[in-house]
Structures are given as structure tokens and as C-alpha cells.
């Protein structure tokens, strides 16, 4: 209901107060049982305006529609699409098209109602005389928010039952009265719950019964509720006069329960959390998402994870963290066996896109899931549910992907209400009102989209069209500022239980890691609190960060255990220098002993930040799962296969004929390969562009080649070699001879020329010098490269630029007009910066970023710093910025 006040009787013999909720109603009036209809189906029709939209995103226009039509239809007084009169609305516009929609659907499918409403219509047409029980009313007017079907209903109701006896209703009004009037007049707490919804309350100074803290998290939040709670037990007062106002969200639900036991405080009214996670029906729809090719990464992802897999844990991670790298053929999977491999063979194969193809390929991952006694229930859960599925595919001709995603679709776990008692602190949820008073209420969660939720809006109808609406035919729908307006006065009334004092918790993280802004509700509390000559205060001038306030004055007891001395942690140093003792560098041994080779992009990230390149060389880096999407490496790894394949070694340079003929088939081969969610036809626009840059790029580099007198000797060449100290080892995209028998390094780029000029010119780049240097004193060359190196030629280095067609070449005399040359130490600025870095992480140095790093870097050096984004730990240990860092400035100089 979107009422705050519930409609309650009263049971006759026993005088227990009861909700009259649907489910009472349909038992007294028995109701029959409500219409089962699969809207997606009926949703589907071509007659709706929305069919295109449940095309492409069935469920959430289904979910949308569904919304919609429980709007209008609460609208109503009797729950009749005749009600809606549409003759004075523009039969042209788009309000009428989706109401005259609605209507017909209400019309032609009525088990299209919510059950609920269902129920309503059911009750509302009977008589007195067919009510199983009397269900008398304790309050003669409804809620001042409630519906017209809400007031309706209460009209009905009344007249079938009548009103409670008068000691009913003085019992039941005496119960609700702590719980509506608040704090002592003239305190904050009293001037918040007053002056919460905009009520003219002065503001005043803040007072002990009110107070902001911030913590880290919702699990700080709640060891500090719980370390609250046990402070004001152990002050005498008792457990069932303190309240905890928490969001419905389970992430709470369960770190409460951690704490609160952990303290050894019962709590009264939280809800219970149930057993386990649909484990079979997330594993079948990761099977349909993958077997749906191209299978998307996440997809893979995650059903390798599944507790389902016929592997261990461990191997699940590992092939997880693989695929969301770009490895979708990971190095795990070559160690498979027996049952595994089969599994594994089976998911990477191509699956028949047929519903026999699919209904084949379910049913051999079904025979080949874990056998472990420990999964056996969701195992033969999940062979319960290829029934469904089965029938589903046998009756069909051609694949309904949606249809069966419906099927696969898992149960939402949700939270079950618990037992409410006397003996323990109120768990009071964001979605209900508070069941009983407190002296001392908590409310966690004041940040982010919480207090109040954010209303979302509705893709049917604007707020303008609503008064529209209400303007011409009087039907009342609710707008999102009613709505907003509602779940504001709620929190005011959840506010209202407390007599005593209100603690509001600020987490500062969310679940993910992400920062969260401050709740709007504490800007509304905060616009209650005076501060003198400077008026109302700020929210965050009021919020105490719990890290930053002295001990004593934390609201609880505490105690410090200190660590063995040994494990003291320290502070991070001043010159921002963590200092190991020990050499980062032979961190990684190879099997003779020596220091594992270091890649030039391995070195780039350990110029732009060292801590960044540690992380990495310890295996600490975070691994992002995300959805597949394009960005510049992906591209840039599909133009370096098809120019490979186009441009092969000791080959004749095809004509521009055939490299328009080629570039297609080999553009879609890389595809495959390397980014296969490009073959969907969403990503079409992407594909074309690509088609057309690598089109464009290879038609110019051919006419480079043929310019430059070029052979192609080999393509993704490896090199290692010796610099600066350490061993090296890359691969080149591409390794060419000249006419003179000189060598140019190629590394295709899909970038454009002005930014990678600059940094060359600059002296920054450090790919091209580390080629250089791995060639003049190599090691395990192979039989190309030995050949190539023969009579110590003259090596250049280019950068290939994809994106405008641009070469850029360093250390030849290459012929004019063909490519643009660049003068000077096109790497010495970097090289420089690199030998500090090496010297510092030998001797077991880190140096901390600061926060001035990443402008020197793009403006100075003219490279993207994507090490500085490689870690959330780099931005978090940042040391402070200065006008300039000396350090970089004596190397640019």
C-alpha cells in the first residue's frame, strides 16, 4: 500500500491486532486465486507501443509496463479501465497512446493486475454478507497518503465491518502514541523529526541528542552500532529502548548479525537470512549466456567460478581471472583432464544454434558437473530444472533466447520477516514503519541513493504529462515528487520513535569500493542545526570522522590490542619511500638463477609509478570485471593480427586489389579471436569502423613498404636482450630489412601521430629505446633474427600510427617524403628516469606517486600514465602535490 498508516482490525475474541493485508482478505473473502499469464507474451504483441522495446530489453519493459499499469489503475476508485476517460487528452500525443495501451491491456488481459490488486477488485465487489470473519476498522479515515482504491477500500471495509469498540481503539492509540511523538521540545533531535519536511522549526545549536559520524563501510557501521548499543547498556539503559534504522539491503542484514552476536546483543525483528543462493539456476543461465556465441566474457567468467564445475576452486579462479585479461583460450585450461577437459571442450565449442543444438549441449554439461558430495543437492536441483528447459526447447522451432532466459532466470534471495520480542534492540527496515518506540535510535546507511531512495523515472510517463493528466480527466497518478514527498514524511515518522537521541552513521565506501556522497536526508537534518552569525550548518561540518576524533571521545567503549613488535605497522614515510631491504628486482627468478626478464610495458609502468609495478611483480594486481566492450587496446590488437597476416615475411607486397578483397575475412578472423562479443550485431557501427581504419591503414602501410624498399623478415618477432643491467624481452610487431641492408623495429599503434611525435620529440618514449637496446646485445635470437643481425647493421625504430596512416622513424636515413623522420634521443628523458627507478627497486626502494605525477606525465612526458590507474592502492597512497616535482624537473631539464 502507499499508505504509511496500515488499515488494522481487531480479532473480536481475542483482541489481537492484526494488518489487513491482501492475503487476510483473500482468506475472508475468498477470493479466487489470482490469474497466472506470461506477460513477456502478451507484452510482445505488435498492437503496444512498447513491442519494439520487448525486442531488444524484454524484462525491464515488462517490469516498466507492469509499474505503469499498477499507477494508473490505483488511480482509480474501483480498479476499471472505464474509469480512465481519454477524450479530453490529444489522441496524438504520446500520453494518450500509452494510456489508451494500458487500458486496452487491462481490458483484454485483467490477471495483467499486480495479485494484490487482484484481490482488491475481488473485495470490492462483494457484499457484507460474504465476509468469512468480521474484520472491524480501528480508525475511521484513512491515511492522508493513501490511494483512491486505498480510500475506497477503507470505505468498503468500514461499511462491511464497521469500526472497532471504543477500548479497542483507545488500546490501540495509546500504543501508537510514543511512537509519533519524538524528542522533548527545544532539543535538535526535536527540531530534526519537525523540521525534516521543510516545517518552519528555528534551527538551534547541536545537542548530545543528536550526532553524525562517518565510517569506513557498512560492516564499520555496524560494529559501531553494535559498540553504541553495549556503551548505552552498560549506562543502564535497556536493550529493547535502543533501534537500529537500517536500508533492506542484505549486505546489512548480515554484517548486523556479525557484530551484534559478536557482542553477545540480541536483536529483535531483523530479518532472517536465507540458506543459500540459487546456485542451479545462475549456473544454467551462465550456460545459455555462453552458449549463446560469441559467449561474452563475464559469462565465462562466472561459470567458471560456479560451484558446479567439475574442477577445484582454485582452477575456477584462475581460467575467471584469465578470460577477464582477454585470454579466452587461458593457459589454465592446457592442464585439464578427464571430466574437466570434456566440460571445458564442451563450453568452448561451437554449439548448433538451433534448440536441439542447445537442449544437446545443456544435457552433456548436466552428466558432466561436479561430482563432489558437497554440491550434490544443487546438482540434481539443476537436473530438476532441465525439465523446464527441455519442454521448452522440444516445442520450439527456432530459438527464443528470452523465453529461456525466463526459465533460467534465478530466484532472488530474499530476507524472511523474524519474530519480533521484547528482550532485545529493534531492527527497524527502511520499507516499514517502526513497530515500537526507543529512547536511542541508530540509523545506518546515510549515503549514496538511500534516505530517501531516489525515485526513478518512469520510461511512460513524464511528471509534466501526469499533471496533464490530472489537469483534464482528475485521475490522480503519482508523480515522483508525490512519491518523493511520501518516502520523506516515512522517514520523518521512522525518525519520530526516538525519544532520546538519534545517531545518523555515514558510510563513506560503498560495497564496491566506490565513494558515496552523503544521503539527502543529512543536508535536511543539518539545515535544522543553527550555528550563530552563520546560520544552518553544512552536513559535512557536522559529520565526525570516527578515524579522526580522539579515543575519548569515541561514543563507546573500546580497547587497543597491541600487535607483537615485530608486526607494528609503520606510518608511510614522509619522503614518500617505502624501503623493503631486499631486491625487487630478482623478486622473480628464472630456473638458471638469474632475474626473470623485464617487458618494455612492464618498465613503462615502473617509470610512471613504481608501487604500481610492485603490486604487479608480488601478483597483487586487481583484475576488473567489467563487460566486454571495445577500447584502443582491443583495436589495436585486431590491427596488428590482420596486418600481420596481410603483410607476411619473405612475401611480395599484395596489390592495393587484394588488400581490399583481404582486409574483410581477415578483420572478421581477428574478431574471433581476439574480441568475439564484435560479431553481435550491436556492435555493427564498431565493426565498420574498424573495417574502415584497418582498411585505410593497411592500403598506406603497403605504399610505405614499397617506399621505404622494404622486405618484411618476420611479424610479432620476439627479442630479449641485455640494458641498463637486466634482461629484456619483447615482441615487435613487425622486424623489416632495407635495400642497404639495414633493420627497422615496427610497433603498429592504434593511435594517432601529433601525441606520439611530441613524446618522441620530447625524449619520453621508452618502447623504441628498449627495442634498440635488446637488438644491439641480444640473446636467443633464433634463425631469422641471427640471419637479420649478421654484420652488425643499422637499426631504426618507427611507430606505425593506425589511426592517420602516420610513420614515425628514429635512427635511419630513410628516403624523402616516405615517412617522418625524428631527430634526437627520442628516449633519453625516459631512459634516465627508468635507471633511477631500477636502482631504487634494486636496493628495495618504492617511491610513492604524488599527486602532481599525473599532469607531468601528459603534459610534460606526453604519454598516458595508465599505471597511475593500474591499482586503487596507487591513488590511495599518493603523496601530496608541490608546484613541481624536482625530481622530474632535473630530468627534463
Keep these: 500500500m502507499n499508505g504509511l498508516e496500515p488499515l488494522v482490525t481487531v480479532h473480536s475474541g481475542t483482541g489481537a491486532f492484526r494488518a489487513i493485508t491482501s492475503d487476510l482478505m483473500a482468506e475472508t473473502y475468498l477470493a479466487p486465486r489470482p490469474h497466472a499469464i506470461d506477460l513477456n507474451s502478451v507484452l510482445a504483441d505488435a498492437a503496444f507501443p512498447w513491442s519494439a522495446s520487448m525486442a531488444v530489453a524484454p524484462l525491464e519493459t515488462a517490469a516498466a509496463v507492469s509499474a505503469a499499469l499498477r499507477s494508473l489503475a490505483v488511480a482509480t476508485n474501483g480498479l476499471s479501465p472505464e474509469e480512465v476517460d481519454l477524450g479530453a487528452l490529444d489522441h496524438e500525443s504520446r500520453l494518450y497512446k500509452h494510456l489508451a ?157 556479525r557484530a551484534f552476536d559478536s557482542a553477545g546483543i540480541p536483536l529483535s525483528g531483523l530479518p532472517t537470512q536465507p540458506d543459500r543462493r540459487d546456485i542451479a539456476s545462475e549456473t544454467l543461465l551462465q550456460f545459455l549466456l555462453c552458449f549463446q556465441a560469441p559467449a561474452p566474457a563475464m559469462a565465462l567468467a562466472s561459470l567458471y567460478i560456479s560451484p558446479l564445475m567439475p574442477w577445484s576452486s582454485e582452477t575456477g579462479l584462475q581460467l575467471s581471472r584469465e578470460v577477464m585479461l582477454g585470454r579466452f583460450e587461458p593457459y589454465a585450461a592446457r592442464s585439464l583432464t578427464g571430466r574437466a577437459q570434456r566440460f571445458y571442450k564442451l563450453v568452448r565449442s561451437n554449439t548448433a544454434q538451433t534448440p536441439d543444438g542447445i537442449l544437446q549441449a545443456l544435457e552433456q554439461a548436466a552428466q558432466l558437473l561436479s561430482d563432489a558430495a558437497e554440491q550434490r543437492e544443487a546438482v ?126 555515514r558510510p563513506v565506501f560503498a560495497p564496491n569500493g566506490s565513494r558515496q556522497a552523503p544521503a539527502a536526508a543529512l543536508s535536511l537534518v543539518a539545515r535544522t542545526v543553527g550555528n550563530g552569525e552563520k546560520g544552518t550548518e553544512d552536513a559535512e561540518a557536522l559529520i565526525h570522522d570516527l578515524r579522526a576524533l580522539p579515543r575519548e571521545r569515541w561514543p563507546f567503549a573500546h580497547r587497543v590490542v597491541e600487535a607483537a613488535t615485530d608486526l607494528q605497522p609503520s606510518a608511510v614515510p614522509e619522503d614518500g619511500i617505502l624501503r623493503l ?31 604500481a609495478w610492485s603490486l604487479s611483480e608480488f601478483g597483487a594486481e586487481p583484475v576488473s570485471w567489467a563487460p566486454d566492450g571495445l577500447n584502443v587496446m582491443v583495436a589495436g590488437t585486431i590491427a596488428h593480427d590482420v596486418l600481420e597476416f596481410l603483410f607476411p615475411k619473405d612475401a611480395p607486397l599484395p596489390d592495393h586489389d587484394q588488400i581490399e578483397v583481404a582486409v574483410p575475412e581477415l578483420l572478421s578472423s581477428a574478431i574471433r579471436k581476439y574480441a568475439p562479443f564484435l560479431q553481435r550485431s550491436i556492435w555493427a557501427v564498431e565493426r565498420e569502423g574498424l573495417l574502415r581504419d584497418v582498411r585505410t591503414a593497411a592500403q598506406a602501410w603497403r605504399n610505405t613498404l614499397e617506399g621505404l624498399g622494404a622486405r618484411v623478415i618476420d611479424n610479432e618477432i620476439g627479442l630479449q636482450g641485455e640494458a641498463l643491467g637486466i634482461l629484456l624481452r619483447g615482441r615487435a610487431d613487425c622486424l ?142 599518493m603523496m601530496p602535490g608541490t608546484e613541481a616535482d624536482d625530481s622530474m624537473e632535473d630530468i627534463d631539464d
Aim: glycine share 8%.
Design 736 to 877: 623489416l630489412q632495407l635495400e642497404d641492408g639495414s633493420l627497422l623495429v615496427v610497433d603498429h599503434k592504434k593511435s594517432g601521430t601529433s601525441k606520439r611525435r611530441a613524446r618522441l620529440e620530447a625524449g619520453w618514449d621508452l618502447q623504441l629505446g628498449l627495442y634498440r637496446e635488446m637488438l644491439k646485445r641480444p640473446e636467443k635470437t633464433g634463425e631469422v633474427l641471427e640471419a637479420a643481425l649478421a654484420g652488425s647493421p643499422k637499426i631504426g625504430v618507427a611507430y606505425h600510427l593506425i589511426n592517420d596512416q602516420g610513420v614515425l622513424l628514429e635512427g635511419l636515413e630513410p628516403p624523402d617524403g616516405v615517412v617522418t623522420v625524428v631527430e634526437g634521443g627520442i628516449s633519453v628523458q625516459a631512459m634516465d628516469l627508468l635507471i633511477t627507478r631500477l636502482a631504487e627497486v634494486g636496493s628495495g626502494q618504492i617511491r610513492l606517486n604524488s599527486e602532481d605525477d599525473r599532469k607531468f606525465f601528459e603534459k610534460t612526458a606526453n604519454l598516458a600514465p595508465y599505471a597511475l590507474d593500474a591499482s586503487p592502492l596507487v591513488s590511495r597512497f
Design 101 to 257: 495501451a494500458l487500458c486496452g491491456l487491462w481490458r483484454q488481459v485483467p490477471g495483467a493486475l499486480p495479485e494484490d490488486l487482484q484481490v482488491y477488485a475481488h473485495v470490492l465487489d462483494r457484499v457484507s454478507g460474504d465476509a468469512l470473519e468480521p474484520l472491524p476498522l480501528l480508525a475511521g479515515d484513512p491515511c492522508g497518503f493513501a490511494t483512491p482504491i486505498e480510500r475506497r477500500l477503507h470505505a468498503q471495509l468500514l461499511d462491511h465491518h464497521g469500526i472497532a469498540d471504543a477500548a479497542f481503539q483507545n488500546e490501540w492509540a495509546a500504543r501508537r502514541a510514543p511512537l509519533m511523538t519524538g524528542a522533548a521540545e527545544g532539543t535538535s533531535l526535536w527540531r530534526a523529526q519537525q523540521g525534516l519536511t521543510g516545517a518552519s522549526i528555528p534551527s538551534g545549536p547541536l545537542d548530545d541528542s543528536l550526532a553524525f559520524f562517518a565510517l569506513r563501510d557498512e560492516a564499520e557501521e555496524a560494529d559501531f552500532a553494535a559498540a553504541r548499543a553495549q556503551r548505552l547498556i552498560d549506562q543502564g539503559v535497556l536493550p529493547n529502548e535502543i533501534g537500529l534504522l537500517v536500508p533492506d539491503e542484505v549486505g546489512y542484514f548480515v554484517q548486523l548479525r
Design 581 to 611: 631491504d631486499r631486491d625487487l628486482l630478482r623478486r622473480r627468478l628464472a630456473d638458471d638463477g638469474r632475474m626473470r626478464p623485464q617487458s618494455p610495458s612492464r618498465l613503462e609502468t615502473l617509470m610512471v609509478s613504481p608501487l
Design 380 to 505: 540434481a536441483a539443476f537436473r530438476a530444472k532441465m525439465g523446464t528447459m527441455r519442454a521448452a526447447l522440444s516445442q520450439s522451432r527456432s530459438l527464443d533466447w528470452n523465453a529461456l532466459y525466463r526459465v533460467a532466470t534465478p530466484a532472488t534471495p530474499k530476507p524472511s520477516p523474524s519474530e519480533a520480542f521484547v528482550e532485545g534492540v529493534s531492527v527497524f527496515t527502511e520499507g516499514a514503519m517502526p513497530w515500537r518506540s526507543a529512547r536511542h535510535l541508530i540509523a545506518m546507511g546515510m549515503s549514496g541513493n538511500r534516505w530517501p531512495r531516489a525515485v526513478s523515472a518512469s520510461p511512460l510517463f513524464l511528471d509534466g504529462e501526469l499533471r496533464l493528466l490530472r489537469e483534464k480527466t482528475g485521475l490522480h497518478v503519482e508523480t515522483r515528487g508525490d512519491t518523493l514527498g511520501r518516502r520523506l514524511e516515512k522517514l520523518r515518522r521512522q525518525f519520530l520513535c526516538a525519544s532520546d537521541s538519534l545517531t545518523l552513521l
